[in-house]
């Protein structure tokens, strides 16, 4: 079986649409990884009493942050995904923030995206569409289950479909790269 880290992630750039590999469902408070040496899902952690994922978390396949890892999505959805769920999705925006881990930050941004299978949904194309309390119920997520894992999380700002693409297709020539290597 293939890696899931180098599925096409089939981006439409008209219709800011691709596909998103759903690594921890909404509402758990298990945090998977996926390992593309056994090609499974690994439990990476647990978080703690009362917390949980409030969307479904995952990556965009053939990409590659500055982090080594693929790029990461929070999908909104009307009712949980399973781990290892693909998804299409359009993507509305991106939660952009700095992650410091042993004295060492880096860039680690969150891309936002909406299941185009979603009836709540289905009207949103854009992050400024979202409710600023969600949103920032999201960051405060984000936030508290880094400082949880030991490292500090620093939202930098949030922009909309166009700064999410760039960031995406910046992604997508990282992967590229890093397969010529």
Known sequence: MADLTTLANKLDPDRATCRAIIETPKGSR???DYDPE?????LAGLLPQGMMFPFDFGFIPSTLGEDGDPLDIMVLMDAPAHVGCLIEVRIIGII???QTEDGKTQKNSRLLGV????YENENLTNISEVSKTLLAQV???FVSY???RGKKFTITGTA???RALRSLRTGIKA???AKKK
């Open 96 to 98: 952009d923030a700095a």
């Open 160 to 162: 909309g479909p166009k």
């Open 115 to 118: 299941a185009i299978h979603s």
């Open 146 to 148: 880094n400082k949880q």
């Open 175 to 177: 992967h590229q790269n």
């Open 38 to 42: 056994s090609n499974l899902f690994i």
């Open 30 to 32: 298990n945090k998977f």
């Open 139 to 141: 960051e405060a997520f």
